[in-house]
């Protein structure tokens, strides 16, 4: 097919060539440009008759640096005009949705690490525990252990966690000697990759001892309105160190995209959404506290499939629907006069031969839900909540579910210590609450206390989700609840969990890295 070539100046070309990523093709990247300017440029694109290029010339090019010049961080006036204009006098939401930043955030707590990724609409990457061992000092100031330090918490407090991490540091050897003699390296594998294995598995028997004060590093991309919405919540939150952090993070933003986040600081917008949601969260703490909703004592792991909805008809009605050209209505009707044998070619087609777990089916598989109450360790809802395309809702982090200490680290012979650990972490949590800081008392907890959540998601993203979190490589604790979740769909819908061919459904102890570090190191060493 042949497009429409525009043609420019010389003098046209030289301002363009900085910014576009060719001149003369119909499909284009916009770089070295400031975010929010962007963002405008889109915005403006929809009531603007030509080509984005021609825009960029028109309307924007004038208020931007030339090459060679100094680039400050920020926007140009026209963007900052036309988002005021639009954004804030119209609160047209959707243009906040045409930029984004980069943000990293330091030294925050584990804790803290979920309420920076509870929005769904952005991308993160958090240092692992798999993979760092926590028993280094950080710099100084403050040196010492990696956890969140408060002086409000007591000295107390400061005492508990290192004796924690002592006791975590301390371990990490014992451990790895165990793992060496269970888990000889076997001829073919590489002695670095099988040692590097060797570590992650210490590091995930040892991770329930690691405080949720443990500090973690984050990096975030989001849109300016996931940002805003972000930010809204930190500054709303009950901890100090969600607010700092709010605080932190617009006062970088505003110097990279500040008409994304304007709404925020003006106290008929930001001011009032914040005592919005701060009077939302007192009304859940104070009907709780009504109906006599708290301190529930719990049993040990578990996960409940609460409700499914939809049945097989929905289901191959809904993945046929795209190929057809009638109603669903007359697509079920067709359904359901076929077969047993011709319902179950039907489902094998649509959902095709898949070469690995990343070729997933249709959306189709989105017309049934499942809603699942889940028990497990802390460390294990770390990783299933940054599963986004869901609805994740959880409660707060007590002792009151209970912990265990992993059987390996009992066969490595440090289960003594680790149960020192879980009840010197209860006991500095009971002293937070007695004095008066129950929203604080959480840092205090070991990983290994468990917490209740709920997974609602649709068949395509528990697909994805048990997949991906029963592989062999994935850690035991939220392998077995990917599992047992596979169990209790195949329950109430045994084709969709037919379906899911890449559930890993074994048990054994195993030194779960050792596959994904020998493909590590056959990659670093191989000549290219």
Not at 162 to 177: K, Q, R, T
Not at 372 to 393: C, K, N, P, W
Request: net charge negative; aromatic share 8%.
């Amino acid at each position: 097919m042949e497009y429409p070539v525009e043609s420019f100046t010389e003098s046209e070309r030289e301002r363009l060539l900085p910014h576009f990523t060719n001149l003369d093709r119909p499909v284009f990247a916009l770089v070295n440009l400031p975010e929010t300017v962007k963002g405008a440029l889109f915005a403006r694109y929809s009531r603007y008759p030509g080509t984005l290029r021609r825009l960029f010339l028109d309307e924007f090019a004038d208020d931007l640096a030339r090459p060679g010049d100094r680039v400050e961080a920020g926007e140009g006036r026209r963007a900052a005009q036309l988002y005021g204009r639009i954004f804030l006098g119209y609160g047209d939401d959707s243009v906040a949705q045409l930029g984004g930043a980069h943000v990293a955030c330091e030294w925050v707590s584990n804790i803290m690490t979920k309420v920076l990724q509870r929005p769904r609409l952005a991308a993160y990457l958090e240092q692992s525990t798999r993979y760092i061992a926590y028993d280094a000092p950080m710099p100084n100031p403050p040196g010492g252990y990696r956890y969140y330090r408060d002086p409000d918490l007591g000295p107390q407090y400061s005492a508990a966690m290192d004796e924690l991490f002592s006791i975590y540091a301390a371990g990490l050897p014992v451990v790895m000697n165990w793992a060496e003699e269970q888990f000889p390296r076997a001829p073919d594998e590489p002695e670095a990759a099988h040692a590097r294995a060797i570590k992650a598995k210490a590091l995930d028997l040892l991770r329930g001892l690691l405080p949720a004060s443990s500090l973690s590093h984050m990096g975030m991309f989001a849109t300016g309105q996931t940002y805003e919405q972000l930010i809204l919540h930190l500054l709303a939150h009950p901890l100090p160190e969600a607010r700092h952090y709010g605080d932190m993070i617009l006062t970088e933003l505003n110097l990279v995209i500040p008409s994304f986040l304007a709404r925020v600081e003006r106290p008929e917008r930001g001011g009032e959404w914040v005592a919005y949601l701060e009077r939302r969260e007192e009304a859940g703490r104070k009907w709780a506290e009504r109906l006599g909703l708290e301190d529930e004592q719990g049993g040990g792991p578990s996960v409940a499939l609460l409700r499914a909805e939809g049945d097989e008809d929905d289901l191959l009605a809904a993945l046929l629907f795209e190929a057809c050209s009638c109603s669903e209505e007359s697509i079920r009707d067709a359904v359901d006069r076929l077969g047993e044998q011709q319902r179950s070619q039907l489902l094998a087609d649509l959902i095709g031969r898949r070469s690995n777990r990343r070729h997933r089916p249709g959306r189709g598989l989105e017309a049934l839900r499942y809603r699942f109450e889940i028990v497990s360790d802390y460390g294990a809802f770390r990783d299933l909540q940054r599963h986004r395309m869901l609805t994740v809702q959880w409660q707060a982090l007590t002792p009151n579910l209970g912990a265990e200490v992993p059987e390996e680290v009992e066969l490595a012979g440090w289960g003594d210590a680790y149960r020192k650990g879980l009840e010197l972490s209860r006991a500095e949590y009971e002293r937070l609450c007695d004095g008066g800081l129950p929203d604080a008392a959480p840092y205090a907890l070991c990983l290994g206390y468990r917490i209740r959540y709920v997974l609602d998601l649709n068949a395509r993203e528990a697909m994805q989700l048990i997949e991906l979190r029963s592989g062999r490589e994935g850690h035991p604790s939220y392998r077995a609840v990917a599992q047992e979740m596979h169990a209790q769909i195949a329950a109430v819908h045994p084709a969709v969990a037919g379906a899911m061919s890449y559930v890993d459904l074994e048990t054994e102890h195993r030194l779960e890295r050792i596959l994904a570090e020998i493909r590590s190191h056959s990659r670093a060493t191989s000549p290219r």
